[in-house]
């Protein structure tokens, strides 16, 4: 009778293996190689101890003691090379190859558990996912386009005031059709008992009487227009056009709509900017989107102030200004799509967060008489009012369902309940009339 082949007991799950196994038959521990000699009794088994997490990988001749390294009879371990050296089947500098083929068989290996193999493939699904979503995360942060909209308000670290979102009753309102003869029109203004409308489908600043006849269609500053996005109006009756195509340009027209002068702010500071205001001392203030601030200049087209609207890599690309005589200046975004409110020192004090929209047709801004704030939510067809620092101070307007409104983008004031606003997808201009 041949001699029986030594065994020993698996210190996890008890089932006996060889004492040159690696590994575990039934459940897939991993085992020490060489912990039990040739000459084991097998009547009293001895338990393998399992190699210690962490340690590092050994020789044999580590391993075993002297005569076991000597008996040149005796078959190496499993796993051994032909110096008899002991090598782990993955290891750190291991090829790629031996890594899917060492993680494979102890995939196999393990697969002898059901539950332990449920579990490891429950974990790698749960860790692949949370990579997945950390991705994103810092996508966005390094500035990669992003089309949903913050659920809460971004975290910028300043001590401002976030403003819940509106989450009361929307309002509706009628509203009546003053002209639909334009293409894309984005800007609009009231002054001196006009309406003017910028639209860069047809490059053309409009000249409209109030009740929407058209008196003038002025085609050119200095140059012929390219792209003009938003039109604003000062004290006096000058109609200021930005003309964001081409590196930028701001021209001033008289009420007519007949050409006055360029103002001569540093060359590309409008280009590709969205909006634009006039103040009550005459400075002209753009929302530089590339640029991710806003500036006001004087007439000779010196800076006089410059805010950053970029906070720990968030996403705020300007899209209009509004100043109030309070000093406050207003922001609205694009992208991380919300309204600010500054001091004039650039200081950030409220924080609105908006329905997401694009910087080209994004919510644009108007100041009534009474110093309230009105905002168009473009992808909802409605308007907003901020008439406060507090959520209660929140209040919306939608107009009724299944009529022909799509993107509701400039907006103005014409009085403390009377507005303006262009639809830039019908190519409309509506006036619509709000409660107090």
């Not at 991380?336 to 908006?354: A, D, H, I, K, Y």
């Not at 994004?362 to 901020?386: K, N």
Request: charged letters at 25%.
């Amino acid at each position: 009778m041949s001699q029986e082949q030594p065994v020993a007991v698996c210190p996890n799950c008890r089932s006996s293996v060889r004492s040159e196994a690696r590994f575990c038959g039934h459940c897939g521990r991993f085992l020490a190689p060489g912990a039990v000699s040739a000459d084991t009794d097998t009547d009293s088994p001895e338990v393998l101890t399992p190699r210690d997490v962490g340690e590092e990988p050994q020789n044999l001749e580590n391993r075993v003691g002297p005569d076991e390294a000597g008996e040149g009879n005796k078959e190496p371990p499993e796993g051994a090379d032909d110096a008899g050296q002991y090598r782990e089947p993955v290891s750190p500098g291991a090829s790629l190859r031996e890594k899917v083929g060492g993680s494979f068989r102890t995939l196999v290996l393990w697969s002898g558990s059901p539950l332990l193999l449920l579990v490891i493939l429950v974990a790698a699904i749960a860790r692949d996912n949370f990579r997945k979503e950390d991705s994103r995360a810092l996508a966005s942060l390094q500035g990669e386009s992003v089309e949903v909209a913050p659920e809460v308000a971004p975290s910028l670290a300043l001590p401002l005031e976030i403003v819940t979102p509106f989450t009361g009753e929307e309002k509706t309102t009628d509203f009546e059709i003053v002209s639909d003869d334009f293409v894309r029109p984005r800007g609009v203004t009231i002054s001196n008992g006009n309406i003017y409308v910028v639209d860069p489908g047809q490059a053309a600043l409009f000249v409209l009487d109030g009740e929407g006849e058209q008196i003038a269609e002025v085609l050119h500053s200095d140059r012929r227009f390219v792209e003009p996005v938003d039109v604003a109006a000062d004290g006096a009756g000058n109609v200021y056009v930005l003309d964001a195509g081409d590196g930028g340009q701001v021209s001033v027209h008289r009420p007519d709509g007949t050409f006055s002068e360029v103002i001569p702010i540093p060359a590309n500071a409008a280009d590709r900017s969205r909006g634009l205001d006039v103040d009550s001392e005459d400075r002209i203030w753009l929302a530089m989107t590339p640029a991710l601030a806003v500036a006001a200049f004087d007439p000779a087209g010196r800076e006089l102030i410059r805010i950053s609207t970029s906070f720990e890599g968030a996403d705020l690309q300007p899209v209009d200004v509004a100043t109030r005589s309070d000093g406050s200046v207003f922001v609205s975004t694009a992208e991380m799509t919300s309204v600010l409110r500054f001091s004039e020192t650039g200081e950030l004090l409220n924080l609105w967060p908006l329905v997401t929209a694009n910087s080209i047709d994004g919510p644009h801004l108007a100041l009534d008489s009474e110093g309230r704030l009105y905002v168009t939510q473009p992808e909802q067809g409605g308007i907003m009012r901020i008439s406060g620092d507090n959520a209660e101070d929140l209040e919306a307007w939608i107009l009724p369902a299944g009529q022909p409104v799509k993107k509701l983008v400039g907006i103005t004031a014409g009085g403390p309940v009377r507005l303006l606003v262009v639809d830039s997808e019908n190519g409309s201009l509506y006036r619509l009339q709000v409660s107090p």
